[in-house]
């Protein structure tokens, strides 16, 4: 009997919208090595094969509605008719539990920022999906469609800071700001970017997040400086 671990597990999900059991392919945080982040935080990994970011979207096989453990279980009225209507309906049966190449992992999170635009979720959870799928394309050096994807994720940042609906949310009201600069710098958005990056500097003496305060004034000299 072969008892060696694999990077992989199958966890047991129930579809929001349907209510459907289903199985989506997981990865064990042990088998997780970062080597560094780029400076929007995106993780890069020692090993390609084994990339948690390729599972984070689970997608129900039966009605085509995908998520991410940071949806609501909340259905806005009207909205879960709509994805009916505009997902389900018109969703061929397939099975994305299983291992994810790239291109899977980019179609799994599209469909869960369709989903979660027609069901109404927090900004901030949409731009997260957004900057995933901007990640994923940075891999595979699609410029044109990383920063399509930025630009829509930057959006959804500024958004959620403006209605400040990242409250409750893992993101920091630091953090927010400072991923609208560097977004911003990154899709040649360069005024805001110097906006978003003082407003992350002038919190330098009230912030135990000194990490993001460095990063934002390494970005501002370096756009000083050119």
């Avoid at 671990?5 to 989506?24: D, G, H, M």
Wanted: hydrophobic share 35%; aromatic share 16%; proline share 3%.
């Amino acid at each position: 009997m072969n008892t060696t671990l694999t990077p992989y597990y199958e966890k047991k999900l129930q579809c929001l919208l349907c209510k459907t059991n289903f199985i989506s392919t997981k990865i064990r945080s042990s088998f997780v090595k970062v080597d560094f982040y780029d400076k929007d935080f995106c993780p890069n990994y020692f090993s390609d094969e084994v990339n948690p970011l390729f599972y984070s979207v689970f997608v129900c096989p039966h009605c085509g509605f995908s998520f991410t453990e940071y949806f609501s279980k909340y259905f806005p009225p009207g909205t879960r008719e709509d994805i009916i209507n505009k997902v389900s309906n018109r969703w061929v049966s397939q099975d994305y539990g299983k291992i994810r190449k790239i291109k899977h992992a980019i179609a799994s999170y599209k469909l869960a920022a369709y989903c979660g635009e027609i069901k109404r979720e927090k900004n901030v959870t949409i731009a997260g999906l957004y900057i995933r799928i901007a990640w994923l394309y940075r891999k595979i050096n699609n410029k044109v469609q990383e920063q399509r994807f930025l630009r829509f994720a930057m959006n959804e940042y500024l958004n959620s800071y403006l209605n400040s609906d990242f409250h409750g949310s893992q993101m920091s009201e630091l953090k927010i700001i400072y991923l609208i600069a560097e977004l911003s710098y990154q899709i040649g958005e360069e005024k805001q970017a110097v906006l978003y990056l003082s407003k992350v500097i002038e919190k330098q003496n009230t912030t135990t997040e000194r990490t993001i305060v460095e990063m934002a004034l390494e970005r501002w000299h370096e756009i000083k400086a050119t």
